[in-house]
């Protein structure tokens, strides 16, 4: 299993569901790769941003290895599901889906922990240190519940 977190830039929310979930996935044993990338080209080879891996890292989740990446077609062909951080990031990947194959495997990050909702993961960028926080404790509760759904699948390592 290969699983994509997508977000605007990569440098705040999609490297940390990156990094929460390569902990967890390394934690339990569990077969599945990670990776993360953004819609657009801004930020390609930077770290991500230095608010976020303050956050992470204080919660024992360092993401200082990650560099940024741009999103790209060849993606669908490499990663098994694709979890996008908010409504923008979703039409911006699904504008490069070439199928229905590729659609499928697209949906928002926090339908995983709040099912058919929506809800965006907000972008933390422009805000102050809380809205670091407040998105490492959404980005968290849906890479649980992320594990949860691969333990079932896959049993625990």
């Known amino acids: 299993m290969k699983i994509l977190m997508v977000c605007l830039g990569n440098i705040c929310r999609s490297p940390l569901a990156d990094g929460l979930m ?16 953004g819609t657009g080209d801004w ?14 890292k ?3 989740v360092p993401i200082d290895e990650l560099r940024g990446r741009q999103f790209k077609v060849e993606d669908f062909d490499r990663f098994d599901r694709i979890f996008v951080m908010d409504l923008s ?27 058919g909702e ?22 968290d509760n849906a890479t649980d519940q992320l594990v949860n759904d691969l333990k079932a699948t896959y049993g625990e390592g």
């Open 89 to 115: 990031n979703k039409e911006n990947v699904l504008k490069l889906a070439r199928n229905n194959s590729d659609k499928e495997k697209v949906d928002l990050l926090l339908n995983l922990s709040h099912p």
């Open 43 to 56: 930020h390609v080879g930077e770290a991500p941003d230095h608010r976020m891996r303050a956050t992470a």
């Open 22 to 37: 390569r902990k967890k996935v390394k934690d339990h044993g569990l077969p599945v790769e990670i990776d993360s990338a």
């Open 118 to 139: 929506d809800m965006e993961v907000p972008d933390p960028y422009f805000g102050g240190e809380e809205g670091f926080e407040h998105v490492f404790q959404l980005v």
């Open 58 to 60: 204080s919660k024992g």
